[in-house]
């Protein structure tokens, strides 16, 4: 009989193998053993197929950060489903639209939001809508603790899908990105190795789990490592710092490293147990890698990703040097090179689009095969859109996009879906959104409109307002412009570069 591929079924041989170990340990002290963790899975395994969950159907959730949480997502791997998070700060307009894209059998959403969401399915397919709090609560919790732990779990192949998850789109509607249980445990395997996960690891995860960074790379090499995960619901800087000295390893974003350098206390004490502090998300500045080196000793380890292919290259962590600036070289069994338009590899040091691929590389884009063809190339290359650099010894370095993408915080944003939005509003003639440095995160988001002839467009305020009925907060533009004409080439082509140099220190003290 052949192996079962699915990624649940390696990590219960792992969690089952460390017994009552710790494997969640929250702020207040609560302790979830390994044990108890594989009990609470299979309970809300059970809970998904009493819903009428079975395998290939998609469970959507829009939840709070909890440990039930993890359970809903673990369960959902074992019963062979494919799990479908969604940020937390998308409104009921973009909720909308993925449950008519995704059609998922089950959605689990907050408590808050459960009238909302039974208003938009009425016309759809979903079978039931559950409720789970941020403290983990819930009638999806409720149900679960009724029923005896789901056995065996669902066999899949390596080509099956575990998750879905949409990513920002230029045509400014979301694409799903299709993962495979294949995907996540190639690259789960490959930095557990790479990293040097190691029995008495301790994890401090205070990453959302909706997304990639906090849901699969944090997530998957602590549990493939039956580590201690120290849980905080989200980053708080007080908190963060009194439970740092207790962690060997910190994954974060970039916000995280200068939120800790702008603490006057935060120093060498804080990490006196850290091995390894990594970034992603979003570029990590130069100067916050030397600054964090000089107050701590210890170097950032910064790496590049995306949804579609998880981690593709990593600074190294031993036998090599951490380059401030680089995101190093590809990861073992990934395949990487910097291309022109055409899909021809360039010549050490040139410009280009970097490419990939290897058993990381997503299936596809769900339902929508005409994109997923126009992303690969015709020998399997993925096409990022990110341009880069790559060095004689393979070292990338990231230097711009070539897809019209913002990434803030550790969010990926694109203007045409903001620009959709502040078109449609009155007394705006055109816009243009473009990202600027911003201290703390990385990118801010700022809108470039001019008004209708003859008429006074709205205010900023106003406008901002209008947009957050329309769009998740991440994605509302932290200062509104107003110009009498946007700079555009000699096609009529706005030319974005040009209002990114305007602005560009905007958020500059």
């Excluded at 044990?35 to 939840?63: F, H, N, T």
Aim: aromatic share 8%.
């Amino acid at each position: 009989m052949p192996m079962n591929a699915n990624f649940y079924a390696l990590l219960e041989d792992k969690m089952r193998a460390a017994g009552d170990a710790p494997a969640f340990e929250t702020s207040d002290g609560q302790i979830l053993s390994y044990a108890k963790l594989i009990e609470d899975v299979g309970r809300s395994a059970a809970a998904l197929r009493s819903l009428g969950v079975a395998p290939g159907d998609r469970v959507m959730a829009q939840v709070e950060k909890s440990i039930a949480n993890v359970c809903l997502y673990l369960a959902t791997l074992k019963i062979g489903a494919v799990f479908n998070p969604l940020n937390t700060a998308y409104t009921a307009a973009e909720i909308e639209y993925f449950i008519s894209d995704a059609t998922p059998k089950v959605i689990v959403v907050s408590p808050e939001r459960q009238a909302e969401i039974e208003t938009i399915i009425r016309a759809s397919k979903v079978r039931a809508v559950q409720t789970m709090g941020s403290n983990g609560a819930g009638t999806f919790t409720d149900l679960a603790a009724t029923q005896g732990p789901a056995g065996e779990t669902v066999s899949r192949s390596a080509d099956d899908l575990a998750a879905l998850i949409y990513t920002s789109g230029t045509t400014g509607r979301s694409k799903g990105a299709m993962i495979t249980h294949g995907n996540i445990t190639s690259n789960a395997q490959v930095l557990h190795a790479y990293w040097g996960f190691r029995p008495g690891d301790v994890l401090l995860h205070a990453l959302p789990i909706f997304h990639v960074h906090g849901l699969f790379i944090a997530l998957h090499t602590s549990l493939l490592n039956t580590s201690r995960i120290l849980w905080m619901p989200k980053f708080e800087l007080a908190e963060f710092m009194r439970l740092l000295p207790r962690a060997t390893v910190v994954m974060g974003v970039p916000t995280f490293y200068t939120r800790l350098l702008a603490e006057p206390s935060f120093g060498i004490d804080q990490c006196r147990n850290l091995r390894l502090a990594i970034s992603g998300s979003a570029p990590l500045l130069a100067e916050t890698h030397r600054d964090f080196t000089a107050r701590t000793g210890l170097e950032i380890l910064e790496r590049y990703g995306m949804t579609e292919a998880g981690m593709i290259t990593s600074n190294p962590y031993k036998g090599g040097t951490r380059e401030p600036g680089t995101v190093g070289y590809p990861l073992p069994g990934v395949s990487v090179r910097i291309a022109d338009a055409e899909g021809h590899a360039l010549a050490a040091g040139e410009v280009g689009v970097l490419e990939v691929k290897g058993p990381n590389v997503f299936k596809g884009y769900w339902r929508n095969p005409e994109k997923t063809k126009e992303e690969f190339r015709t020998d399997g290359y993925f096409t990022t859109g990110d341009l880069a650099t790559m060095a004689k010894d393979g070292r990338c370095t990231i230097v711009g996009r070539a897809k019209d993408l913002i990434i803030t915080g550790g969010f990926n944003v694109y203007p045409k879906e903001i620009e959709g939005e502040l078109n449609s509003l009155p007394g705006i003639g055109e816009s243009a959104v473009v990202g600027v440095p911003h201290p703390d995160f990385g990118e801010g988001i700022i809108a470039v409109i001019t008004p209708v002839p003859g008429q006074t467009p709205p205010n900023e305020a106003d406008i901002i307002a209008s947009l957050s009925k329309r769009l998740a907060k991440f994605k509302l533009p932290k200062r509104v412009f107003v110009a009498k004409d946007l700079p555009r080439n000699a096609m009529g082509k706005v030319q974005k570069n040009n209002l990114t140099a305007q602005y560009r220190e905007t958020f500059k003290g």
